[in-house]
């Protein structure tokens, strides 16, 4: 299948793109004080730019396994403020060198959530990557999680929300697409890979629960989204989201924009 050959593709990239990432970070410790300044900018920045391309491939390999049916949730009861504390501790020194805050606001007693650890972690990552590169020099990103109410019952319900200048409406869904890196206010786009907020929406849907974007002019922007709480920790059973949810396409839309990336490395 297409989706078989992109996963063997972008597989067979990992392992060189590593190797290069680790002889240039080598490199970079053995001539340590001997470079001229734009000999260590050039340098430097092919190190980023090698842990971008690590990261894409990554990003691109998990998403394959998710449009092909191949990656299983391993669900348990996890405790939301421990989910918090570990994705924001992960983001403290890219804040920290944006002179960003981040802030935490988790009810509490919540119930705990069924959800993969790691997985749920690596989406509240993805979110907060988004926020901090959106969110100005000391200004905050603020982490909230409460109980999910009305048509989200039965969920927690996670936040992330930056002090930027905000999305416009046309853009809140697309977003979500991907490689799409959605303007804001007319700013240019930052770097990344495009493939964050499509690999969280996809992790947060295999959870069986949503995600979407609010924002206001002016006001910043909003990222949410629900997991379903751990059925053993409910005082009745609840139905969470009764109308199943469509995969938005993955698999189709994962092959079409994947070919036209992996074009770039044959």
């Known amino acids: 299948q297409k989706e078989d050959l992109i996963h063997i593709m972008v597989h ?8 290069i990432r680790l002889g240039l970070e080598f490199l970079a410790e053995q ?3 001997r470079l001229q300044a734009d000999e260590k900018q050039v340098l430097g920045l092919a190190i980023r730019n090698t842990r971008r391309l690590e990261g894409l491939v990554d990003d691109i390999m998990d998403y394959s396994k998710i449009a092909a049916g191949k ?5 348990e009861a996890c405790d939301a403020r421990a989910l918090v504390d570990d994705a924001t501790d992960a983001m403290t020194a890219a804040a920290t060198s944006k002179s960003v805050r981040i ?17 749920v972690v690596q989406v509240l990552i993805n979110l907060l990557s988004n926020a901090i590169k959106h969110t100005p020099a000391r200004g905050a990103v603020t982490v909230s999680v409460s109980e999910g109410r009305y048509e989200h019952q039965g969920t927690l319900l996670f936040k992330v929300k930056d002090s930027g200048c ?5 853009e809140l869904e697309k977003i979500f697409g991907m490689f799409e890196q959605a303007g804001r206010g007319g700013e240019r786009k930052t770097e990344g890979t495009g493939l964050g907020l499509t690999l969280a929406r996809a992790m947060v849907e295999l959870h069986g629960g949503r995600i979407w974007a609010e924002s206001w002019k002016g006001c910043g922007a909003t990222l949410c989204f629900t997991i379903p709480v751990a059925s053993i920790d409910l005082a009745r059973p609840v139905e969470v989201y009764a109308q199943p949810l469509a995969f938005h396409g993955l698999a189709v839309e994962f092959a079409r924009r994947c070919n036209a990336v992996l074009a770039l490395f044959v």
Request: hydrophobic fraction near 45%; charge should be positive.
């Open 31 to 33: 001539v340590e004080g």
């Open 12 to 19: 067979e990239l990992r392992a060189p793109v590593t190797s």
């Open 166 to 170: 905000g999305i416009a409406a046309e």
């Open 103 to 119: 802030l935490k606001a988790v009810d509490p007693l919540l119930p705990r959530c069924a959800a993969e650890n790691r997985r």
């Open 71 to 75: 990656m299983a949730i391993s669900k």
